[in-house]
């Protein structure tokens, strides 16, 4: 039994004709299937900032909002690897 307070926290806010995502997760697992079981709505996503955490599952959608930066577009249209996240926290 593993615990940790270590979480991914994500927002979907969901108006009368379109919903916001904010921050996307770490993308292990698909994320949009999840959304859409909660809002036919257009989603815009906003990613409060490039760790993986944050955007992993960025590349699951079409319309992300945010900072430019390069590591931000690779991350929007690649999305982040298990083995990246993996490197970076662990086993």
């Not at 999840?34 to 319309?63: C, M, R, Y």
């Not at 982040?80 to 926290?89: A, D, E, H, T």
Request: aromatic share 8%.
């Amino acid at each position: 039994d593993v615990k940790s307070n270590e979480h991914t926290i994500c927002y979907l806010i969901c108006g009368t004709k379109n919903a916001l995502l904010f921050d996307t997760g770490l993308g292990v697992s698909p994320v949009l299937p999840v959304v859409k079981a909660i809002t036919p709505l257009q989603v815009f996503v906003i990613l409060s900032h490039w760790h993986f955490d944050h955007s992993g599952a960025a590349s699951e959608f079409q319309n992300i909002l945010g900072w430019h930066s390069k590591a931000m577009r690779d991350i929007s249209q690649k999305g982040v690897s298990k083995r990246s996240i993996g490197k970076l926290v662990g086993k």
